[in-house]
T-cell receptor, first 116, second 114 residues
Framework: DAGVIQSPRHEVTEMGQEVTLRCKPI?????LFWYRQTMMRGLELLIY????????DSGMPEDRFSAKMPNASFSTLKIQPSEPRDSAVYFC??????????????FGPGTRLTVL | DQQVKQNSPSLSVQEGRISILNCDYT??????FLWYKKYPAEGPTFLIS?????DKNEDGRFTVFLNKSAKHLSLHIVPSQPGDSAVYFC?????????????FGQGTTLQVKP
């Protein structure tokens, strides 16, 4: 398996522009997570899906952030309009929790977003 | 509110010595704990985990200890190797009813000097 795939790997945009980050989870995984990594807060969970349905979006910082999962193999995280404080590394992860061995999540390589 | 805290942003250790990374949590409902390792420009990868019914889990050079009364866990790496230099995140799961969701700490950057 190719693992979790994220695109683009790097994104540089200007304040006010729309940014769309993409993720393809591991085939067969029924959970998908979006995280943001910052120095101060480490890995923050933004939103997660189970079987394509958003379960918990309490980590989404503002209405400028939105996420969708139209099918089991694709998800997007959109920021509109983007602001300099959104600059961070955004990770997508997927898992298939068994309940007995814990919930190991598999992470993509991340998208480094810079908003000028 | 940080439910999972790694109070040491960085740690430097000599090759061959023991590395001890610490993690504290506040939620007594957490029942499963994991450690992830992250190299630059890569996503975090799973390292080792422990259930709340245990107080120790060992995998080669890596051992995780859990002290439930103190709400504290630690990761021991012995002997440390230069390839262990990375950011280490601890994470916790809040019970089987929240299966799937993990809460991560801020991370600790480990540097192992040759």
């Amino acid at each position: 398996d190719a693992g979790v795939i994220q695109s683009p790997r790097h994104e540089v945009t200007e304040m006010g522009q729309e940014v769309t980050l993409r993720c393809k989870p591991i085939s067969g995984h029924d959970y998908l997570f979006w995280y943001r990594q910052t120095m101060m807060r480490g890995l923050e969970l933004l939103i997660y899906f189970n079987n394509n349905v958003p379960i918990d979006d309490s980590g989404m910082p503002e209405d400028r952030f939105s996420a969708k999962m139209p099918n089991a193999s694709f998800s997007t995280l959109k920021i509109q309009p983007s602001e300099p404080r959104d600059s961070a590394v955004y990770f997508c992860a997927s898992s298939t929790p068994s309940g007995t061995i814990g919930d190991e999540q598999f992470f993509g390589p991340g998208t480094r977003l810079t908003v000028l | 509110d940080q439910q999972v805290k790694q109070n040491s942003p960085s740690l430097s250790v000599q090759e061959g010595r023991i590395s001890i990374l610490n993690c504290d949590y506040t939620n007594s409902m957490f029942d499963y704990f994991l450690w992830y390792k992250k190299y630059p420009a890569e996503g975090p990868t799973f390292l080792i985990s422990i259930s709340s019914i245990k107080d120790k889990n060992e995998d080669g050079r890596f051992t995780v200890f859990l002290n439930k009364s103190a709400k504290h866990l630690s990761l021991h790496i012995v002997p440390s190797q230069p390839g262990d230099s990375a950011v280490y995140f601890c994470a916790a799961r809040a019970g089987s009813s929240n299966t799937g969701k993990l809460i991560f700490g801020q991370g600790t950057t480990l540097q192992v000097k040759p």
